[in-house]
T-cell receptor, first 111, second 110 residues
Framework: SAVISQKPSRDICQRGTSLTIQCQVDSQVTMMFWYRQQPGQSLTLIATANQGSEATYESGFVIDKFPISRPNLTFSTLTVSNMSPEDSSIYLC????????FGSGTRLTVV | ELKVEQNPLFLSMQEGKNYTIYCNYSTTSDRLYWYRQDPGKSLESLFVLLSNGAVKQEGRLMASLDTKARLSTLHITAAVHDLSATYFCAVDDSGSRLTFGEGTQLTVNP
């Protein structure tokens, strides 16, 4: 299965600032996914990112808040913009290969 | 909209006991996944179930899928402390996304 390198692993950010999370995959994949996991909760899909097209956002998530880039078939970024404490979560990227493989996650704390 | 429900949400077991976690989902799908998550960690893939009647076993864990009943089970045999974690089922919605259950937080007590 694919191996995903996700950075940063954790960060503490001031409210009103932005953080960009990166995921690098060791093979070319068509679809990449970004999830949010709020404390003590399950995973919620933010958006699906396909190379060469705009990301598809799920209900409740908007591009202005969570802009995504997908410049090639092995890389994607998610930016969490204008952060508030409610954005404190674990953010995970995922790719679909045999099953679905997840990155190691980014634990974000907004203060 | 696909809904995935797990039960129980919290499970406290004694070592050596058996128990089953249930995962029900609301629409037709023949792809279901089980993941384990340790505190502060990412998701570890446990099982990929791709057809009706699929059964997979790894160590003390066994997963099954009944697509007609829209039900998957994760059976734990002779639990040990190392199995303490949160377990998620997730259903593949037409190959384009995963929808997760709420998770089952398992604690195995000595």
């Amino acid at each position: 299965s694919a191996v995903i390198s996700q950075k940063p692993s954790r960060d503490i950010c001031q409210r009103g600032t932005s953080l960009t999370i990166q995921c690098q995959v060791d093979s070319q994949v068509t679809m990449m996914f970004w999830y949010r996991q709020q404390p003590g909760q399950s995973l919620t899909l933010i958006a699906t990112a396909n190379q060469g097209s705009e990301a598809t956002y799920e209900s409740g998530f908007v591009i202005d808040k969570f802009p995504i880039s997908r410049p090639n078939l092995t890389f994607s970024t998610l930016t969490v913009s204008n952060m508030s404490p409610e954005d404190s979560s674990i953010y995970l990227c995922s790719v679909r290969d045999y099953g679905y493989t997840f990155g190691s996650g980014t634990r974000l704390t907004v203060v | 909209e696909l809904k995935v429900e797990q039960n129980p949400l919290f499970l406290s077991m004694q070592e050596g006991k058996n128990y089953t976690i249930y995962c029900n989902y609301s629409t037709t799908s023949d792809r279901l996944y089980w993941y384990r998550q340790d505190p502060g960690k990412s998701l570890e893939s446990l099982f990929v179930l791709l057809s009706n009647g699929a059964v997979k076993q790894e160590g003390r864990l066994m997963a099954s899928l009944d697509t007609k009943a829209r039900l998957s089970t994760l059976h734990i045999t002779a639990a040990v402390h190392d199995l303490s974690a949160t377990y998620f089922c997730a259903v593949d919605d037409s190959g384009s996304r995963l929808t997760f259950g709420e998770g089952t937080q398992l604690t195995v007590n000595p």
